[in-house]
């Protein structure tokens, strides 16, 4: 069997690879990167791939694929869609995409249009698939806990969140591509508990010994203040502003027993990965 990752080179792919490495040999992986001198990966088979260009040559070999979804918002889709097509026509027979819990028309985070125009693409290519639905993983509230600690305030527009390490993205990825039952399968891919600004608020309060409020604003309010405070440019802070948002509206509160039935081990929660 032999396994093709795309954006093999990024955190969520180089971690993948690590856990398929657990279990099969070098020589089943096909990694696909924009930057394969970035990868050394003793006796895989690593290939350059811009998915702008895509064509079947890249996927020769190849059985099964994780397709990470890139981190360019705004014109992932095609490049996605080229992806799968290539992927099929070079006889790739299943798919796993990395999307996003909650991808319906209604959900107002900015990225779920493009992960809902992904897997119905996926779902007509002809090839069996699963989803699997990343939520917002744990690592974005590193800068969120520093922050706190800095300013004795957790400023945030959102509400609940099943937030889920990366590490465990990576290895219910790997279960998904490397197993075998997976077919036709949504799996949400989330942390054990749901986390709001209070229970956020309250933890960095304890790991970091210092007071923390938690100060929930209006999402114009907290895209400027990330304007103003993160020097991020306007349009990026509109789109960060959504996944609050979304939050606030119950879209990322999902919490899914995936991660052990998948992995055989429970989800790290925030306090082992801020610690």
């Known amino acids: 069997m032999s396994f093709v990752i795309t954006g093999a080179s990024g955190q969520l792919g180089r971690l993948v690879t690590a856990e398929l490495l657990k279990t099969v040999d070098p020589s089943q992986l096909i990694l696909l990167t924009r930057t394969p001198d970035a990868l050394d990966v003793p006796g895989a088979d690593v290939r350059a791939f811009d998915w702008d260009a895509a064509s079947p040559e890249a996927f020769a070999g190849g059985e099964r694929m994780l397709l990470i979804s890139g981190n360019e918002i705004g014109r992932r889709v095609e490049g996605h869609k080229a992806t799968v097509d290539a992927a099929v026509a070079a006889g790739v027979g299943f798919i796993a995409y990395t999307s996003i819990p909650n991808p319906s028309d209604n959900n107002p985070i900015v990225v779920a249009p493009e992960h809902r125009a992904t897997e119905e693409h996926i779902r007509a290519s002809g090839a069996a698939w699963a989803m699997l639905r990343n939520n917002i993983y744990f690592e974005i509230q590193v800068p969120a806990y520093q922050a706190a600690l800095a300013t004795g305030r957790h400023v945030t527009n959102g509400g609940p969140v099943g937030f889920v390490a990366r590490a465990d ?85 999902l919490v899914s027993p995936a991660v052990r039935e998948l992995t055989g081990r429970d989800p790290l929660t925030l306090r082992e990965v801020l610690s």
């Open 169 to 253: 993205c990576a290895r219910a990825a790997a279960a998904v591509l490397a197993g075998s039952g997976h077919d036709g399968r949504e799996y949400d891919i989330t942390g054990s508990e749901a986390l709001g600004p209070v229970e956020l608020a309250a933890l960095f309060s304890e790991l970091g010994g210092k007071p923390v409020e938690p100060v929930v604003v209006s999402d114009d309010d907290y895209a400027s203040g990330l304007v103003k405070h993160a020097g991020m440019p306007e349009v990026v802070a509109a789109a960060y502003a959504t996944f609050g948002a979304g939050a606030r509206l119950g879209y990322s509160a």
